[in-house]
């Protein structure tokens, strides 16, 4: 199916005659003619039946002028914004982050890009990092931000940002008299939720490496949480180390020697699904906030 063949069709529904939308279309009635039965051929109906001298759409035919009209109406505006120097962009899109992703960075990127094409308009989803692959490699979400995501085989990701994990405690903990790895051991830990296809901070390689075998009492499923959770009890926690610095005045941090704890921010999208223009913005405004909030740390 070509463009053509549709703007044929089009004109001659239009005027129910090939001769008149020949002579619109300044063409041959025979290229009309040639190019309906193409149609006809490929999608398997008849779209004109004769009726006297006119020629009337088919059931089939009135369904392809209703959707020939509006793509045509589409290729029409796409051709006036893709050759203008400013470009409108429209259209709505469901995009999904990990809770302090989401409103740290998602929300005042997506507010910013929207404030200069107020035509797009969006569904923001504030998830776990488990629940935002879900959604992706089940294709109800087009864009999610999330933490360490495995790979999976239905998800396409672009790492945007690696860091490390950091060991976390109230201010008032006693640990801070004597932050050692042995002295940690004597204090209950708290981690964040573990979920399928996402890297689980509770059991961190890193943890065995310095034989530390944490117990664990709580769980929590955002970061806000865990910082409420740290400044009134005594608790210790690994928190990614641009969370922990913008709350510095709540927390202390621990880094033992030669520690590598990393994670990692990734974007993420259905597989086979195209990244729009939109998208790419979107990703590309979220990766420079991201950055910009570590380097303040």
């Not at 796409?78 to 302090?100: F, P, Q, W």
């Not at 005042?108 to 797009?120: N, S």
Request: aromatic share 10%; net charge neutral; proline share 5%.
């Amino acid at each position: 199916m070509k463009i053509d063949q549709l703007q044929y069709f089009v004109e001659t529904a239009k005027r129910q005659h090939i001769g008149q939308a020949a002579r619109f279309l300044n063409i041959s009635p025979s290229a009309i003619s040639h190019s309906i039965a193409a149609l006809e051929e490929e999608f398997g109906h008849k779209f004109f039946e004769k009726q006297g001298r006119q020629i009337k759409l088919t059931h089939h035919g009135r369904r392809l002028l209703d959707r020939a009209e509006f793509l045509l109406a589409e290729i029409g505006r796409l051709r006036v914004e893709v050759g203008s120097d400013e470009i409108e962009l429209r259209g709505h899109y469901k995009i999904a982050a990990t809770h302090v992703l989401c409103s740290e960075f998602l929300t005042p990127a997506w507010l910013d890009i929207q404030g200069r094409y107020p035509r797009l308009t969006s569904t923001l989803h504030t998830l776990r990092s488990g629940e935002v692959l879900a959604r992706i490699g089940a294709g109800d979400i087009d864009l999610g931000f999330c933490f360490s995501p495995h790979t999976t085989p239905n998800v396409e990701q672009e790492i945007l940002f690696e860091g490390r994990l950091l060991i976390c405690f109230g201010r008032q903990h006693p640990f801070a008299k004597e932050p050692t790895v042995e002295n940690l051991s004597r204090y209950p830990a708290i981690a964040a939720l573990g979920a399928p296809g996402i890297e689980n901070c509770e059991k961190h390689p890193s943890l065995a490496q310095l034989h530390l075998a944490p117990n664990y009492v709580n769980f929590y499923d955002s970061y806000d949480v865990a910082i409420r959770a740290l400044k009134f009890n005594t608790f210790w926690t690994l928190l990614p180390e641009f969370i922990a610095y913008a709350h510095s005045s709540e927390i202390e941090t621990f880094i033992p020697h030669e520690w590598k704890t990393s994670y990692r921010i990734a974007a993420i999208w259905p597989k086979y699904r195209i990244k729009t223009y939109v998208l790419d913005q979107v990703v590309e405004k979220v990766t420079a906030m991201i950055k910009t909030s570590a380097s303040l740390g």
